[in-house]
């Protein structure tokens, strides 16, 4: 199957498609540098209608992806979201909260909701905090309180829809994870569905990854409304 990796490409704004051997069957562990990733919005999937994520690291190989979902209706989104590893193995089951107004997902080791729950992540209520300040709070940990009852662990500041964007720490300010704009050189920038995610070391890229999936939900609006497939 041909997979794409933007870095690649040098004179086209639109990216190119090449074949990309997928990382063995574990995520990307945290290490001592920043891992610095390609994250594509399209699935993997060559199917019309398919909505997704396809993330290549530093050297093109496909570390992590996100097939054939909907933004159709709640209804058929309440199954949730997977991210996979390269290999299509299941790492984190991402599910919304239906009904919330605060736009609530919770995430899930493994490929569904009776794993232990690793975060809930939600946009702040906006009489309390300027969405300009904040675009989403993470709360992590297993045996989480009432959110109302804590403040989060982690935030996201700047606006993802521009792609203008980072995650810190709440206590310290530490910087977790970036995202910019895909730069081909120094004129050339590809367009907001190819943009770079750095992850600083000492935290989970997957787990990273899939704050970037819950943005995109709860902070971007579409025009177009994929269909399902199987």
Known sequence: MSKI?????????????????????????PGPSPSVLTVWKKSSMSFQGTDGFTVFDH?????FRVDNYTRKSWA??????????GSGKGLLTLKPQLLSVQHQWTG??????????????????SLLIPRS????????????????ERKPDLKAEGSFRRRNCKIVT????????????????????????VFTLVV???????????????LDRICCQTNYAPILCS
Do not use: W
Not at 200 to 214: K, N, Q, T, Y
């Open 5 to 29: 990796h933007p870095a690649e490409n040098q004179g086209r704004h639109r990216p190119s498609r090449h074949l990309t051997t997928p990382i063995p069957d574990h995520p990307l562990r």
């Open 59 to 63: 050297c093109g190989r496909l570390v």
């Open 76 to 85: 058929a989104a309440s199954a949730g979201l997977l991210l996979m590893d």
């Open 108 to 125: 899930y080791r493994g490929e569904d909701n009776r794993c232990s729950r690793a975060f809930t992540m939600r946009r702040p209520p």
């Open 133 to 148: 300040a904040c675009e989403a709070e993470v709360f992590i940990g297993e045996n989480i309180k009432e959110t109302s």
């Open 170 to 193: 709440t206590a310290t300010g530490e910087l977790v994870a970036q995202i910019s704009r895909k730069r081909i050189n120094t004129t050339l920038l590809l367009s907001d569905d």
């Open 200 to 214: 600083h070391p000492g935290f989970e890229p997957d787990l990273v990854m899939a704050f970037v999936i819950i």
